[in-house]
């Protein structure tokens, strides 16, 4: 469905999605859209950048 609509291989979608749950240290698609709603809701009530928390269960 990404890769349709970005006119993309879907292999890419997957590539890209590994590569951020590696720099992020996340284990799961659910942790990385844990993590995507807690960035959005940080930068929303603040000003200043946050550290990104570790989500619970990431190794």
Excluded: E, W
């Amino acid at each position: 469905m990404v890769a349709d609509s970005l006119s993309i291989a879907y292999f890419t979608v997957r590539k890209h999605r590994s590569n951020i749950l590696s720099k992020l240290q996340l284990n799961s698609a659910a942790q990385l859209a844990c993590a995507a709603v807690a960035m959005t809701d940080q930068s929303a009530t603040s000003d200043s950048p946050k550290i990104f928390p570790r989500m619970p269960g990431a190794k």
